[in-house]
């Protein structure tokens, strides 16, 4: 068991199992993808760990960029309006392959999708390190899903809590 700020959290996932589902994700990409260059473009910050895993376990040509999204509190009763940066690289025509941590309620991942589209990509895919099925509100068609995780907060392996515990190596769950 782990502290993180003031919550207690479980081993969940261990290392070498997230090391096979990162290795069968890979290899699907690696077949799907022969004889293209995909662009995969990871969404920081929690992205960071499962991208770096992920392209080495990559066999096929690729290239790897990173994004962010800011986050606003919106003056509008909508809630908060989100910005992209760091994505201005031309992906006009290419493979894109949004690279994701984690889809909860799937809402990022509803509103990046349009943005990537609308730059004339060949193609768009997702790939997430862990879903929550239970949790999604939108739909969404993830074609690349290392793990499927039931209903509860994880840490670890690039998550956080309060911006802690990125660095763990294995995937921990809440203790409740
Ligand atoms: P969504 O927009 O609801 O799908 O949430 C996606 C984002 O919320 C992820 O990219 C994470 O940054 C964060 N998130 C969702 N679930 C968890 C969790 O269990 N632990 C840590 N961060 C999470
Ligand atoms: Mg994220």
New binding site residues.
């Given amino acids: 068991m782990i502290t993180v700020n003031d919550l207690n959290f479980e081993k969940f996932i261990p290392e070498e199992e997230i090391k096979s589902c990162v290795a069968r994700v890979a290899a699907e990409i690696n077949q799907d993808y022969a004889g293209k260059i995909p662009v995969l473009i990871g969404?920081l910050n929690?992205a960071f760990v499962f991208a770096a895993d992920l392209v080495r376990e990559l066999t096929i040509e690729h290239e790897i960029h990173f994004a962010k999204f800011s986050s606003y509190a919106g003056t509008e009763t909508t809630g908060e309006v989100k910005e992209l940066i760091g994505l201005n690289m031309d992906l006009k025509d290419r493979d894109v392959i949004i690279v994701?941590?984690?889809?909860?309620?799937?809402?990022?991942?509803y509103n990046l999708l349009p943005r990537i589209q609308q730059m004339g990509v060949k193609s768009l895919e997702i790939c997430t390190m862990l879903l929550?099925p239970g949790?999604l509100q939108v739909p969404l068609n993830i074609k690349y899903c290392a793990r499927e995780i039931p209903n509860?907060?994880?840490?670890g392996y690039g998550?956080?809590?309060n911006n802690l515990g990125r660095n763990y190596r294995d995937i921990y769950v809440l203790k409740d």
């Fill in positions: 969404i929690g994701e941590d984690i889809i909860d309620t799937g809402t990022t991942m929550k949790k509860a907060f994880i840490l998550l956080d809590y």
